[in-house]
């Protein structure tokens, strides 16, 4: 069965610290992968998405993910964290031959401290 | 305007009555889906439709119906509430042409059933 494995709930960083969040999927198509956003209040943002080609992929509000198929991870980094990044992450497998059901991780919320 | 427009944004009711959750969009997208979220789990497929003569379950269908109107309108409804149906409660599309596998999300119910 299809499922992706977000291991930290809560990530703490300090305002400016570099920040990575963790992604393992287990899926038997050819992947493709997302992480989404959630603003409290808010529906989900895409940040970034991975399909093929290039495993480093850039996102907006300068987050970028690599995609390592050998171990099945898709992490999430940001170099330097912003207090406005503060948010539930949400990282997401699916595949074109699934009809683009995305699966879920359980999220990870990050708090920013100043 | 928002793409994906659910209504209500936000109820209330009580066990045993009938809801539903509406959902409309504008993107002119083929694929319709319906996703629950609750703490810790992440979003969960309950129901998706690929056009207007296809629904189908999701992972957690037991409880829930839909209805595809049209193209643009997607409508849950739970016939007989119960408590641990309280949950955000999402819908998202996503397109064909071309099919870049992205869902794009409402800005979510959230569902309080005392």
């Known amino acids: 069965a299809q499922s992706v494995t977000q291991p930290d709930i809560h990530i703490t960083v300090s305002e400016g610290a570099s920040l990575e969040l963790r992604c393992n999927y287990s899926y038997g198509a050819t992947p493709y992968l997302f992480w989404y956003v959630q603003s409290p209040g808010q529906g989900l943002q895409l940040l970034l998405k991975?399909?093929?080609?290039?495993?480093l992929v850039q996102g907006i509000k300068g987050f970028e993910a690599e995609f390592k198929r050998s171990q099945s991870s898709f992490n999430l980094r940001k170099p330097s964290v912003h207090w406005s990044d503060a948010a539930e992450y949400f990282c997401?497998?699916?595949?074109?031959?699934?009809?683009?059901?995305?699966?879920f991780g359980a999220g990870t919320i990050l708090r920013v401290k100043s | 305007d928002a793409d994906v427009t659910q209504t209500p944004r936000n109820r209330i009711t009580k066990t045993g009555k009938r809801i539903m959750l509406e959902c409309s969009q504008t993107?002119?997208?083929?694929?319709m889906y319906w996703y629950r979220q609750d703490p810790g789990l992440g979003l969960r497929l309950i129901y998706y439709?690929?056009?207007?003569?296809?629904?189908n379950k999701g992972e957690i269908s037991d409880g829930y119906s839909v209805s595809r109107q049209a193209q643009a309108k997607f409508s849950l409804s739970l016939e007989s509430a119960i408590p641990n149906q309280t949950a955000l409660y999402f819908c998202?599309?996503?397109?064909?042409?071309?099919?870049?596998?992205?869902?794009?999300f409402g800005e979510g119910s959230r569902l309080t059933v005392l």
């Open positions: 997401a497998v699916g595949a074109r031959e699934y009809g683009n059901k995305l699966v």
């Open positions: 991975y399909f093929s080609g290039d495993t």
């Open positions: 998202a599309t996503s397109g064909t042409r071309p099919n870049t596998g992205e869902l794009f």
């Open positions: 439709s690929f056009d207007v003569k296809d629904i």
């Open positions: 993107k002119g997208h083929d694929r």
